[in-house]
T-cell receptor
Framework: SQKIEQNSEALNIQEGKTATLTCNYT??????LQWYRQDPGRGPVFLLL?????KEKRKERLKVTFDTTLKQSLFHITASQPADSATYLC????????????FGKGTMLLVSP | GAVVSQHPSRVICKSGTSVKIECRSL??????MFWYRQFPKQSLMLMAT?????????EQGVEKDKFLINHASLTLSTLTVTSAHPEDSSFYIC????????????FGPGTRLTVT
């Protein structure tokens, strides 16, 4: 069956450290993978997109890797801040869909001062 | 840029009544809008894809007669939950996609629907 798995347990880290979140998928062949941030009671906010032929993408303190062999994407936030505390969602853009996103459940990140 | 608004942000209605939720793209034209539903601690589930001027495409398991979608203009899509029941209580979120198929989606702030 098709699955997108993100750690269901919250990730607790200290301010200044690097947070690493994982997104694994099975039985999908995504053309693109996207990461979103969602705050409680709010809609998701787009962060980064990475294509299947890209290994790594960076934007300011954010870095995303995409390994289509392992079927895994890692999302890193360097020099984390309490304001980075939120739920982070990965979403797959499948070959067969026009802009259709399939979301994971998300991982909550808690950055303590 | 790329701001999407939703109205209302919260609504409480009685079982059996209908509720309309509006989704607007404020500073761009969206030929395609998407409607999602999210239950607590669950992922966003795509309900339907709404194309301006044509019928919406519903995901499997979503009743099109219960969740009426209208996309009358390039900046407005509406979702009407008809004959709402308590199990329809959820967080409904719309999004608008930019032109490229791989483009990111811009989400509205969501509407919390509670059916009593």
């Amino acid at each position: 069956s098709q699955k997108i798995e993100q750690n269901s347990e919250a990730l607790n880290i200290q301010e200044g450290k690097t947070a690493t979140l994982t997104c694994n998928y099975t039985n999908y062949s995504p053309a693109y993978l996207q990461w979103y941030r969602q705050d409680p009671g709010r809609g998701p906010v787009f962060l980064l997109l990475i294509r299947e032929n890209e290994k790594e993408k960076r934007k300011e303190r954010l870095k995303v890797t995409f390994d289509t062999t392992l079927k895994q994407s890692l999302f890193h936030i360097t020099a984390s801040q309490p304001a980075d505390s939120a739920t982070y969602l990965c979403a797959l853009v499948l070959n067969s869909g026009y802009s259709t996103l399939t979301f994971g459940k998300g991982t909550m990140l808690l950055v303590s001062p | 840029g790329a701001v999407v608004s939703q109205h209302p942000s919260r609504v409480i209605c009685k079982s059996g009544t209908s509720v309309k939720i509006e989704c607007r793209s404020l500073d761009f034209q969206a030929t395609t809008m998407f409607w999602y539903r999210q239950f607590p601690k669950q992922s966003l589930m795509l309900m339907a894809t709404s194309n301006e001027g044509s019928k919406a495409t519903y995901e499997q398991g979503v009743e099109k007669d219960k969740f009426l979608i209208n996309h009358a203009s390039l900046t407005l899509s509406t979702l009407t939950v008809t004959s709402a029941h308590p199990e329809d209580s959820s967080f409904y979120i719309c999004s608008a996609g930019l032109a490229a198929p791989q483009g990111e989606q811009y989400f509205g702030p969501g509407t919390r629907l509670t059916v009593t």
